[in-house]
């Protein structure tokens, strides 16, 4: 790998979307999900394929150090970058970048969130260092989209347009837009189409790409940030806190790339940069939704996925999952879930699996925050 060349590994989440068995105080990326290891341990193994162990950094939230030390005993210290204050992953991203190219200019840095399952290891590592490689050498930004392989609702899509070029042997598309995740009728047509991808999360990039972005007035909320690439900056001290703390709580594809998207019908010399997406045909798994779990396991003849203490009778379609002693029986059901973990119990329908996040949030005021 280059040797300028980074890893930056998303820690910091709290896993809403796979409430009850992720919690603030034990988030999916530190849970051994479907394995031995924890989620975050398999996707420091997946850095460690392409770079330096020295050149792999993590962020996280100010409480969750100490565990991030304890499962990541090879990451230096100096390397893992504490969030200030909680914010999401746009603020994570931004500062995990500028302070990566202050302790070394010039570099190129590739974000993966801490909540997949990946395989072939190695097709991963290739597209990876390929995708770096055209970041590098061009101004852009680089997604990473995985080819569906049927029709989901449980995931984003990026709408890819003409081939701008190729790096190794991996093309490189243009990105047309950003789509949220869509209702069945859309999902069958996105899949159809064969113009669209998952969005992944994975993203690569120089950092005097980002510095470009902050830099235009489109993004004028994130150029406090610009002071963080000053090295007389105490980035653990109050000034530090005070920029931070003021920063949105976005997302960093609404906040950076759905915006970049939006400039893509200017002309080239008034975008920010260019947006492009590397179409990915490896195994790929967003951990941090039910709805995968559904898809890893294995079914019975009514298409259900069973896991511990449970029984269902005339049912189909159906993800129940019990951990400990607790029994589970179901009985009449399709298409739902029903996840019996410690002293909570969800039951949701599969289609809607996306508002286990609104539930969690309601969980926040009022008598039911030990649940959290």
């Not at 040797?3 to 992720?22: C, E, Q, T, V």
């Not at 530190?30 to 394995?35: D, E, I, N, S």
């Not at 190219?101 to 390929?130: K, L, M, T």
Request: with cysteine; glycine share 8%.
């Amino acid at each position: 790998m280059k040797s300028n060349f980074h890893a930056l590994i998303l820690a910091g989440g709290i896993g809403a979307r796979l409430w009850p068995k992720s919690r603030i105080n034990r988030p999916k990326q530190f849970l051994k999900l479907g394995g031995r290891r924890s989620l975050l341990s398999k996707t420091m193994e997946r850095a460690k394929a392409i770079f330096h162990r020295d050149h792999i950094w993590v962020v996280c939230k100010p409480y969750q150090f100490e565990e991030v030390k304890r499962q990541l005993p090879q990451v230096k210290e100096s390397n893992i970058i504490i969030e200030p204050v909680p914010k999401g992953t746009a603020a994570a991203v931004l500062l995990g970048s500028i302070l990566i190219e202050g302790r070394n200019p010039g570099a190129v840095v590739s974000v993966f969130p801490s909540d997949h399952s990946i395989s072939p290891v190695e097709r991963f590592a290739d597209i990876i260092r390929a995708g770096m490689e055209w970041a590098r050498a061009n101004n852009s930004v680089v997604i990473y989209g995985i080819r569906p392989d049927r029709p989901e609702t449980a995931y984003g899509y990026i709408e890819a347009g003409s081939t701008v070029g190729q790096c190794s042997r991996w093309h490189c598309m243009e990105v047309t837009s950003f789509h949220e995740k869509p209702d069945p009728a859309t999902a069958v047509a996105y899949f159809r189409s064969n113009r669209f991808l998952w969005n992944s999360g994975i993203l690569s990039f120089s950092v005097a790409v980002i510095g470009q972005i902050i830099s235009d007035e489109s993004f004028e909320v994130w150029q406090p940030l610009i002071e963080v690439s000053d090295p007389a900056m105490d980035t653990g001290g109050e000034k530090m806190r005070r920029i931070y703390e003021a920063l949105p709580d976005d997302a960093f594809d609404t906040a950076v790339l759905e915006k970049l998207a939006r400039c893509l019908g200017k002309p080239k010399a008034e975008r920010p940069v260019s947006l492009v997406v590397f179409p990915c045909d490896f195994e790929w798994y967003d951990l941090g939704v039910w709805e995968s779990y559904y898809r890893m396991l294995p079914k019975d003849e009514a298409g259900n996925a069973l896991s511990g203490m449970v029984k269902v009778v005339d049912s189909r379609g159906c993800l129940v999952l019990s951990e400990g002693n607790t029994f589970v029986g179901v009985i009449g059901l399709e298409d739902m879930v029903v996840v019996c973990v410690d002293d909570a119990v969800l039951v949701c329908p599969r289609k809607e699996l996306a508002r286990v996040r609104e539930l969690v949030e309601s969980l926040e005021n009022g008598d039911y925050e030990a649940y959290l």
